[in-house]
C-alpha cells in the first residue's frame, strides 16, 4: 500500500512555495497567538466527549483541582492545601483565596463537588471515586469534603486526571446539568475566555485571556502543573485539514504555531531557519481499532480475534509515522511502552507474518455471514486517514463486505456516540489515537472501559475486564499491580475490546519567536513571543 496517496497536500518536496497562502489577517499586535489545531472543535463540553482537541479547548476555560507534572505527580492547582483524617476516609479541600468564574462569581466548594459529580458520571477513575464515596459536603465557600467508605489511595490521582475527560470544574449551576447533555453555557475559572460570537464552524476558535485570572504564586509550569500565566491577550485556533495548507501558513508567518504536522513533512519544516520542531510527549501516542460491540459482526469476540490475529502493526505505524522505526514500536501490547504497567505477555497473538489464511478461517468459524461492516474514518486528520486506509485494506482482504465512509474529525466524534444499526447510521469501526499519557494503567485507559452501557464507545461488556481494574485499585503494592496488568492483557487479547496498533511519536512545529511552550500537553500558558 502507498501510504502517502492517502494523505493530501503531504507529497511534494516543494509543497512551501507552490501552494497558496491561506486567507488570513496579519497580527495586530504581538500580543495576539495563532494556532492550528489538530481538528475543528465540535464539541465544547468537556465531559460529553474524549476527543483531545475538546480537552485542549477545556484546558483553556477550565481549571483543576490539581495538576499533573511531568513525573505523574499531582500538583496543587485550584485548593492550597487539603488534609486526611479518620484513617483516610475523610478529605478536606480548601480552596486557593480569590478565585473567580469568568461570570464574575466566586469560585465555592459547591462547584466542586457539582463538578466531579458530572464528570465521574462519564469517567472511569470518576465512577472508581463514587463506588468508595459516602458523602460529599461543601461546610464553607472555600472547603469541600469528601467522606469516603473506605480509604482510596487514588484520591489525588484522580482529582489531578489530565486524560479526557478531565476534571474540570464549572459552575454549580450548569455542573448540575445531567452529564449526557451539553452544559448551555461555556463559563470556567480558567486562564482563557470562549469568544462565542467569534466562532466560525470549521474554520476559526477564539479565546480571550481572562484578566480576573490568578495564577499560582509558586512552582513552575510542568504538563498541567505549575503556574498558569498567560503572555497573549488573544489566542485563535484556524483550521487547516489540508497538511500542505498548513505548511505554507507556518513556513509564511501567518501563523505561529501547528500542532501535528505530518512526519513525512518535518523536513521541510525544518530546513527552514524560522521553524522549530520538538516531540509532543516523550511517552508517544497509541493507536487503537475500536469496534462496536452492541451489533453484528463485533458483537462475536470470535470474530474480534479473528481481525487482532490478521494484524500487523508495523503496517499501521508506518503509515501513521513512516519508515524510520525510531518513530514507532511494534508490537505494543495495552499499556505504553516503559511504564511501569507496560508488559509482553500475551504478544504472541502479533504473528510475523500475520496468519491472514488462518485470520480467514477463523472468521467463518467465529460467525462472520457477510455482515456489513461500517467503517468510519477522519478526512481532516492524516494519521487517523492512514489508520483507516489500513484498516479498511486489512479487514478487505479477510474478506469482509467493508463500506468505508469518510467525514470529519468532528462528524465522527458526534456519529460514534450513535447505537443505531450500522444499516441505520450507526457504525462498525473506527480508528484513533491516545496519547501515552492516557494509557499508562488500567484506570485512565479509555478502551479497558468494558461495563456495557457504561463502557467506551463500542460499548464492550466483558465482566472479567470490570473486575480486574477494580482489583488493580485495590493492589497493595507495584508488584500486585503489573500481575494484575498482565492477565488484563491476557484477556484483552482473548476478549478484544479494542484492537492495539503500535506506539508512534510526533513533534509539533512552532516559529522561532516562540519561547517556553509547556511539553507534554498543548496548552497557552507560559508560552511567550520572544
Not at 507495584?478 to 484492537?499: C, D, K, N, S, Y
Request: aromatic share 8%.
Amino acid at each position: 500500500m502507498d501510504r502517502r496517496s492517502l494523505l493530501a497536500g503531504a507529497a511534494a518536496t516543494a509543497v512551501a512555495a507552490s501552494l497558496p497562502r491561506p486567507a488570513l489577517s496579519q497580527p495586530a499586535s504581538a500580543r495576539l497567538l495563532r494556532y492550528v489545531p489538530q481538528a475543528d472543535l465540535t464539541v465544547t463540553d468537556p465531559v460529553l466527549t474524549t476527543a483531545y482537541i475538546t480537552r485542549t479547548h477545556g484546558l483553556m476555560i477550565y481549571d483543576q483541582l490539581y495538576g499533573l507534572d511531568a513525573q505523574l505527580r499531582p500538583q496543587p492547582q485550584m485548593v492550597e492545601g487539603h488534609s486526611v483524617e479518620e484513617d483516610g476516609r475523610r478529605w478536606t479541600f480548601r480552596l486557593r483565596e480569590g478565585l473567580l468564574f469568568h461570570d464574575g462569581e466566586p469560585v465555592r466548594g459547591r462547584d466542586c463537588i457539582a463538578s466531579i459529580r458530572r464528570w465521574a458520571q462519564r469517567d472511569s477513575l470518576g465512577q472508581a471515586l463514587m463506588a468508595r464515596t459516602d458523602e460529599m459536603s461543601a461546610p464553607d465557600d472555600r472547603s469541600f469534603v469528601i467522606r469516603l467508605k473506605r480509604p482510596y489511595g487514588a484520591m489525588l490521582d484522580t482529582l489531578a486526571k489530565v486524560g479526557p475527560p478531565a476534571p474540570l470544574i464549572m459552575p454549580e449551576r450548569l455542573a448540575s446539568a445531567d452529564a449526557s447533555t451539553a452544559v448551555t453555557e461555556i463559563v470556567g475559572s480558567g486562564p482563557f475566555r470562549w469568544k462565542a460570537d467569534e466562532r466560525v464552524v470549521g474554520a476559526r476558535v477564539v479565546y480571550e485571556r481572562f484578566d480576573r485570572y490568578r495564577p499560582r504564586e509558586a512552582g513552575t509550569p510542568s504538563w498541567a502543573a505549575g503556574p498558569k500565566r498567560v503572555h497573549f491577550d488573544r489566542v485563535e485556533w484556524h483550521v487547516m485539514p489540508d497538511p500542505g495548507t498548513a505548511t505554507s501558513a507556518l513556513t509564511n508567518g501567518e501563523v505561529d504555531w501547528w500542532e501535528n504536522p505530518t512526519n513525512d513533512l518535518l523536513p521541510i519544516l525544518e530546513r527552514n531557519r524560522n521553524i522549530r520542531t520538538q516531540v509532543s510527549t516523550p511517552l508517544g501516542t497509541l493507536g487503537t481499532g475500536i469496534f462496536n460491540h452492541l451489533h453484528p459482526p463485533f458483537d462475536k469476540p470470535a470474530v474480534r480475534r479473528a481481525v487482532l490475529g490478521a494484524i500487523n502493526q508495523q503496517d499501521f505505524m508506518i503509515a501513521a509515522a513512516g519508515t524510520d522505526p525510531a518513530l514507532w514500536r511494534a508490537p505494543v501490547g495495552v499499556f505504553t511502552p516503559e511504564t511501569p504497567m507496560a508488559t509482553r505477555a500475551s504478544l504472541d497473538v502479533f504473528g510475523t507474518p500475520p496468519g491472514l489464511e488462518r485470520s480467514r478461517k477463523a472468521l467463518a468459524e467465529g460467525g462472520y455471514n457477510g455482515e456489513r461492516v461500517v467503517l468510519m474514518a477522519p478526512s481532516d486528520q492524516p494519521v487517523l486517514a492512514a489508520l483507516g486506509e489500513v484498516c479498511n485494506d486489512l479487514l478487505k482482504r479477510l474478506g469482509m463486505n467493508v463500506q468505508f465512509e469518510v467525514m470529519d474529525w468532528g462528524t465522527l466524534v458526534q456519529r460514534r456516540a450513535s447505537k443505531a444499526p450500522p444499516g441505520q447510521g450507526g457504525w462498525s469501526m473506527f480508528n484513533t489515537t491516545w496519547s501515552g499519557l492516557d494509557m499508562i494503567n488500567p484506570v485512565v485507559t479509555q478502551v479497558l472501559r468494558a461495563g456495557g452501557a457504561r463502557g467506551y464507545f463500542g460499548w464492550p461488556d466483558i465482566p472479567r475486564l470490570e473486575e480486574l481494574r477494580e482489583a488493580w485499585l485495590e493492589a497493595p503494592d507495584l508488584a500486585a499491580q503489573q500481575g494484575i496488568a498482565r492477565e488484563i492483557q491476557a484477556v484483552t487479547m482473548r476478549e478484544v475490546p479494542f484492537l492495539p496498533l503500535g506506539q508512534y511519536f510526533y513533534k509539533t512545529a512552532y516559529r522561532s519567536h516562540l519561547t517556553d511552550l509547556v511539553e507534554g500537553l498543548f496548552v497557552f500558558w507560559n508560552i511567550r513571543r520572544a
